[in-house]
């Protein structure tokens, strides 16, 4: 089983559209976790951190379900600028190592 | 301001050649790391540091060194190119959140 398990998708949605990107990961001592995003051929960003009482960003919420391994990325009014690729990020062990899953791609068309 | 900057941008080798793909971050992180993603991939961690003079294997190691001298420095070696590490590097330092390089385009041939 792989450590960080992500869709790839693509999940093609119209604009104005909710998606919603699901991930899982392996590591029950996991102890940090993000989701970035990479627009092709680019350096992945960070969009945001992932915290246990659920967070929110502008049209992003994240939530982690820790006791089922789980965490969630809804985007909320789909804009042509958020087609990209997302990654799942978890954070634990020796050397705070980020493991990354293979991402999501998200294509948002008019 | 430089974040993270890595050099080359892009790169072309011979089988058998080697270099040296440097990193380096302006903001006092401890922990650095070096990925490798191949196309329509993940990011794999090839090797990591969590401070100067600590280096440790990650994920895919083979056919590479680290060294961390200095907490700004983290440079990523190949001694003898092969095709199996045409990919693109990115190099990350962690403070809150993980902060990339731009990336180095390695082409073996």
């Known amino acids: 089983r792989k450590e960080v398990e992500q869709d790839p998708g693509p999940f093609n949605v119209p604009e104005g559209a909710t998606v919603a990107f699901n991930c899982t990961y392996s590591n029950s001592a996991s102890q940090s976790f993000f989701w970035y995003r990479q627009d092709c051929r680019k350096e992945p960003k960070l969009l945001m951190s992932v915290y246990s009482s659920g967070n929110e960003d502008g049209r992003f919420t994240a939530q982690l379900n820790r006791a089922s391994q789980y965490i969630s990325l809804l985007i909320r009014d789909s804009k042509l600028s958020d087609s990209a690729t997302y990654l799942c990020?978890?954070?634990?062990?020796?050397?705070?190592?980020?493991?990354f899953g293979t991402g999501t791609q998200l294509k948002v068309e008019l | 301001n430089a974040g993270v900057t890595q050099t080359p941008k892009f790169r072309i080798l011979k089988i058998g050649q080697s270099m040296t793909l440097q990193c380096t971050q302006d903001?006092?992180?401890?922990?650095m790391y070096w990925y490798r993603q191949d196309p329509g991939m993940g990011l794999k961690l090839i090797y990591y540091?969590?401070?100067?003079?600590?280096?440790d294997k990650g994920e895919v190691p083979n056919g590479y060194n680290v060294s961390r001298s200095t907490t700004e420095d983290f440079p990523l070696r190949l001694e003898l190119a092969a095709p199996s590490q045409t990919s693109v590097y990115f190099c990350a330092s962690i403070g809150t959140g993980a902060f990339f390089g731009q990336g180095t385009r390695l082409t073996v041939v």
């Open positions: 990020v978890v954070s634990g062990g020796g050397g705070n190592k980020l493991t």
């Open positions: 903001m006092n992180h401890n922990y």
């Open positions: 540091s969590v401070g100067a003079g600590i280096t």
